[in-house]
């Protein structure tokens, strides 16, 4: 598994800065730890199911958005739920507040994540309050010394290295250097 | 979440130059924010008490913008001036059970709530569910943010530098602006966000 040691003295010799002088190693470790997390999300990487525990006649949900990107997917006894653009939703059903199911009790049906704070859960009802399992994709360690492994499978090693890369030689003026790999970036 | 200070050392560290204007970074980074706002990225719920006789309330601390008003459990409707007086000449003194809600344009940052509440609402608390207190208005709001999200720190930080480095002054450089553009473009689009 590679560390961020590792990313720091690829991109300093890309860089033709071996020794870290124009832009230390603690500079590029900052980039690194922080490009991680871009391309965490890209790759929908570090996926996890969390336990929600439901209340009656409450459809919203506080997401703790420190430690979670975003919600993927949303299961009620291994029954997907139908995934939802919360603005849309809100746009069709009047009653998404507080809506009461009484024909399918207990039966969630709809999710939607509401902006990086909530999760709506959709319809709840008065009685029960089952426990839905909550996808998502989880943010990485944070990159606090050089030591620290990456997050991220092997294959995307790369491409953080690229971004770091691009940022440093943007950094210290190389800009047709940098506009070389931003190149790079673009293709697909 | 990443603080405004964290995305101004940041600009500085890409930048690599102290020539960049504080005060205009600080000015970038509020517009950066207001646009994720716009993208809904910071949403909020909030219950005010509803007033026996009072049609006027005041939009929630933070709130930019008013999504939309709930009374209890239903969604009000989104209405005008015009459209209530087409349909209810008096409808300024009539009460009842809210239906409508619409921006107040005589006092800023106030909604004004039609038929006016006829009861007192519960108790104003951020409860939701079966403690959700009774006939109470709940504002979804827009908010203004002091943090963005960690993984578009580095496009934000772009965006701020592309501007500074745009506008005239004796650091101005429109190519690395236009690299800066190009780098946040190729991250936001990675990142999947707004």
Avoid at chain 1, 10 to 23: I, K, Q
Avoid at chain 2, 59 to 84: F, G, I, M
Avoid at chain 2, 151 to 157: K, L, T
Wanted: aromatic share 8%; with cysteine.
């Amino acid at each position: 598994m590679a560390t961020a040691e590792n990313i720091i003295d690829e991109v300093l010799l890309r860089v033709r800065d071996a020794s870290g002088d124009a832009t230390t190693r603690a500079q590029v470790l900052d980039l690194v730890d922080r490009v991680q997390l871009i391309v965490v999300r890209a790759t929908g990487s570090l996926i996890n199911d969390r336990t929600q525990s439901t209340n009656v006649e409450q459809a919203l949900y506080a997401l703790d958005s420190d430690a979670v990107m975003r919600v993927v997917d949303c299961f009620h006894s291994n029954r997907r739920l139908s995934p939802s653009r919360w603005s849309k939703f809100i746009q069709t059903q009047i009653d998404w507040w507080r809506h009461q199911e009484t024909t399918d009790p207990g039966r969630f049906n709809v999710w939607a994540q509401v902006g990086v704070s909530y999760l709506l859960l959709w319809p709840p009802d008065t009685t029960s309050k089952p426990d839905i399992v909550v996808r998502e994709q989880q943010m990485p360690t944070r990159l606090a010394a050089e030591a620290t492994a990456l997050d991220l499978p092997e294959q995307y090693h790369d491409t953080v290295r690229n971004i770091v890369e691009a940022l440093v030689l943007l950094r210290v003026r190389d800009l047709d250097a940098a506009e070389a790999v931003i190149a790079r970036l673009e293709r697909p | 979440m990443a603080a405004k200070a964290d995305i101004l050392t940041l600009a500085k560290l890409i930048a690599l130059t102290t020539e960049v204007n504080d005060t205009n970074l600080n000015d970038y980074f509020d517009e950066a924010v207001r646009a994720l706002s716009d993208s809904q990225v910071f949403v909020g719920f909030k219950v005010v008490q509803a007033v026996n006789g009072t049609a006027k309330y005041a939009y929630p601390t933070n709130a930019l913008r008013v999504l939309t008003v709930l009374w209890h459990d239903k969604e009000l409707t989104e209405t005008s001036t015009q459209q209530l007086d087409a349909v209810n000449r008096s409808w300024r003194a009539t009460t009842g059970t809210p239906t409508c809600w619409m921006e107040e344009h005589v006092d800023e940052r106030q909604v004004r709530i039609y038929p006016i509440p006829d009861t007192t609402g519960d108790a104003a608390a951020d409860n939701w569910g079966a403690t959700y207190p009774d006939n109470d208005l709940v504002f979804v709001t827009v908010d203004s943010a002091t943090t963005i999200p960690d993984w578009i720190d580095i496009p934000v930080a772009l965006g701020m530098l592309a501007r500074e480095f745009s506008r005239e002054s004796k650091h101005r450089d429109p190519r690395l602006a236009q690299l800066y553009v190009k780098l946040g473009l190729i991250l936001r689009r990675l990142a999947g966000g707004p």
